[in-house]
């Protein structure tokens, strides 16, 4: 039986005869002791609260657990509020089930309104701890330094033109160097600026053209204004690709390495970016909003039912047009629409889409018929999924009601295409046969704007679509086909260039799309629509065997054929162009200038660039070694109201006569120039000339011959001077053969 501890001799518990320190405790220690940075991850401080005294208490933090458990689940007695002489001290210790839940309060809580006098601020205990430590914070109060007010560069000076012809501007990166230029046409480009290494991988504009970007290994810097300053600077390692919000308010970041965080912290992340590849930012603050790990992407099967390799999605993260929402598919389950700038999940759930293989927002806010409310759309498909038929959805945000939907069957696969103005969405399906041997593709045209959301199909082409493209803020597309199936082969297949365009109908109805032309035995690959509409360019890049351009004109001002009469279009092809070694076409925002170029990424051969005006006609074209990439910059949207760019319209012959007579002064000017230079070179000649002449002249009174006047003089007396010219003829040939 064990002595009880009344039962023990002094001898028992003699402190002389063991040492504590040769006892090895390790293994306890390790099991058992508290490791207060994780015991603190599950705690947050919320500062900012009103004054209660001991009564108030109970009703402040039932009403604070309404905020609370918007992000996580904690209770009444995980709440603990300090007091002091009967008085609250202004602030809470709230415990949340996970450190996941106290991360969710932490970003989605901080600086919300509590009332219209309190403001929540909201940390974690763990930083606090870390950042409060004794030493690191002064005892004493130092006022902080104001520094004195500069005036900031003008981000988007790049659209007043010093020159006052309206130019744009292009980036262009070439060997290890990267400049931005302006545009001159015919002439050499007028360079802006001109940086070594100014980037480390690629350059990229953002989309209203305010920032040019440099890629780094220790993250992407924003440069703009007229001395093109370092503006915003994102501590992401070793980016790979980004992707801006349509009003350059977000940028999500990519990289196919998980972030690390050192010991000493990171100057822009948290531990909680430790091990994700997606950073979301705030581009006013340049400070993180979430960031995200990469989803597994599950392998597809095509029609023969072969398996195929995943694709990496990118973007991985889709805008709303407004910049409200942003949004993120788990392939073949559901779709996460996230609240900006908060980040939080819209009503706190997912929603589940089973099978769902893409997503696609409205690149415009639509405006349907008999809805007065706010809305935000995107489309989605899901394929067929046993005796369930594939699907196309359209979904309504904020409020996720499925307004329109439609059933489809015998689909291989399915692309969506939104029409610029959010007007139509095209559905590209493309259809096996029973014994899934051939293919052949049809569109579905939801007519977003219409009572109902009326769809339209177009089932008159007979083969593949490999290339679909709607006319920028217009109602015709133009399409690529291919009779043979797609994949890699060693010769591309010939390829249909088709266009359509809706009949005409009365008042401003749009009547129903029709063919209106084929062009059989083609290259081509590739669409570029003007940014205006009316011209496109269809081309055949990266391909060893052609590459051919060809320049269309959809409102062609001459005779319509009859076939076209009903038609809204008029189809004319203006140019046609080679450019060998193609890999890449750009316009620019204007829809003047079309930029074509063969970059040192692709291959080798004949790298630099050519550009053509919105007709074909090629300006100017040069070749640079180890050329790499060309950008026009974007342009911002007008500030022009509606009524005063009709007026402009309506007045544009008188603006047009201002235009040609400077394009006419500028050509002059450009003759004169070509006119003095010629003239200088002939001065520059006749000054030569009158130099040899002289060491002639000494030359010739040096050796005593007589001088050439004498003899001009001897040809104006008469003098007979006999001049032989010897002229050898042959009369006759003859060839004997001796045996």
């Not at 082969?489 to 109908?505: L, N, Q, R, Y």
Request: net charge negative; aromatic share 10%.
């Amino acid at each position: 039986m064990a002595p009880s501890f009344d039962h023990l001799r002094d001898a028992d518990v003699d402190e002389d005869d063991y040492d504590e320190d040769e006892i090895d405790i390790s293994d306890l220690r390790e099991k058992y002791e508290v490791q207060l940075d994780q015991g603190y991850d599950t705690f947050v401080v919320i500062d900012g609260l009103p004054e209660v005294n001991e009564e108030q208490k109970p009703k402040l933090v039932k009403f604070l657990l309404k905020k609370l458990n918007q992000v996580g689940k904690t209770m009444e007695d995980q709440v603990y509020m300090p007091m002091e002489n009967g008085k609250s001290m202004r602030f809470a210790f709230v415990e949340y089930a996970s450190p996941a839940e106290a991360a969710a309060a932490v970003r989605q809580l901080d600086m919300v309104p509590l009332d219209k006098r309190h403001t929540l601020r909201v940390n974690k205990m763990a930083d606090v701890d870390r950042y409060g430590r004794e030493g690191r914070v002064d005892e004493n109060y130092v006022p902080p330094k104001i520094e004195e007010f500069t005036e900031k560069e003008h981000l988007r000076s790049f659209l007043a033109d010093p020159s006052g012809r309206g130019r744009d501007q292009f980036a262009m990166y070439r060997g290890d160097v990267v400049g931005v230029f302006w545009n001159n046409e015919k002439d050499a480009p007028e360079n802006i600026v001109d940086r070594q290494h100014w980037t480390e991988s690629f350059v990229q504009w953002s989309p209203l053209g305010t920032y040019l970007i440099s890629v780094h290994q220790q993250g992407v810097q924003l440069w703009g204004g007229a001395s093109w300053s370092r503006q915003k600077r994102f501590a992401h390692p070793f980016v790979n690709m980004l992707d801006f919000s349509p009003s350059e308010k977000y940028v999500v970041t990519w990289s196919n390495r998980p972030i690390s965080i050192p010991e000493e912290g990171h100057p822009q992340l948290s531990l909680d970016e430790d091990g994700k590849n997606y950073v979301i930012w705030d581009l006013e603050t340049a400070k993180p909003l979430r960031s995200f790990a990469n989803l597994d992407t599950p392998s597809t099967i095509d029609a023969t039912g072969a398996k195929q390799p995943p694709k990496f999605p990118w973007p991985a993260f889709k805008w709303s047009s407004d910049d409200k929402y942003v949004a993120r598919m788990t392939q073949g389950s559901s779709i996460s629409v996230y609240e900006l700038p908060r980040m939080n999940l819209l009503d706190k759930t997912t929603i589940k889409v089973e099978g769902v293989m893409d997503f696609e927002w409205a690149p415009s806010t639509p405006q349907r018929e008999g809805v007065k409310q706010y809305e935000q759309l995107f489309c989605f498909w899901t394929p067929e999924i046993g005796s369930n038929p594939a699907k196309v959805g359209l979904m309504s945000i904020p409020s996720k009601e499925i307004i329109r939907s439609l059933n489809l069957f015998s689909v291989t696969d399915a692309k969506l295409h939104w029409q610029s103005d959010a007007t139509y969405l095209s559905v590209k399906v493309d259809r096996h046969s029973k014994s899934k041997k051939s293919q052949a593709t049809t569109l579905e045209i939801f007519r977003i704007k219409e009572k109902g959301v009326p769809v339209e199909v177009v089932d008159t082409i007979k083969d593949t679509v490999i290339n679909f493209a709607w006319e920028p803020k217009g109602d015709r597309f133009v399409v690529i086909t291919t009779p043979e199936p797609t994949g890699p082969t060693a010769v591309a297949p010939k390829t249909s260039v088709a266009f359509f365009c809706p009949e005409k109908a009365k008042g401003s109805a749009v009547g129903n799309f029709k063919h209106l032309r084929t062009l059989d035995k083609k290259n081509s690959n590739a669409i570029y629509w003007s940014p205006r509409g009316r011209f496109v360019v269809v081309a055949t890049v990266a391909n060893q065997q052609s590459s051919d351009l060809e320049f269309f004109d959809l409102d062609f001002e001459g005779e319509k054929p009859e076939s076209d009469k009903d038609l809204t279009a008029n189809l004319q092809l203006m140019n046609t162009a080679d450019h060998y070694g193609i890999t890449d076409i750009q316009w620019d925002p204007s829809g003047r200038f079309v930029a074509s170029w063969a970059s040192v990424w692709k291959h080798t051969m004949e790298n630099g660039y050519h550009v053509y005006d919105f007709k074909g006609e090629l300006l100017r074209e040069e070749h640079i070694e180890k050329f790499r990439q060309w950008l026009w910059r974007p342009r911002p949207p007008t500030l022009l109201s509606k009524d005063e760019q009709k007026q402009i319209r309506k007045n544009l012959r008188e603006y047009s006569k201002v235009f040609e007579q400077e394009d006419a002064e500028r050509g002059a000017s450009a003759d004169l120039a070509v006119v003095e230079a010629r003239r200088r070179m002939l001065d520059e000649w006749l000054a030569w000339r009158e130099s040899v002449e002289a060491d002639l002249e000494e030359e010739r009174l040096a050796r005593g011959l007589p001088e050439p006047e004498a003899e001009a003089k001897q040809a104006e007396n008469g003098e007979e001077q006999v001049i032989e010219e010897i002229v050898e003829e042959v009369l006759e040939e003859s060839e004997e053969i001796i045996p």
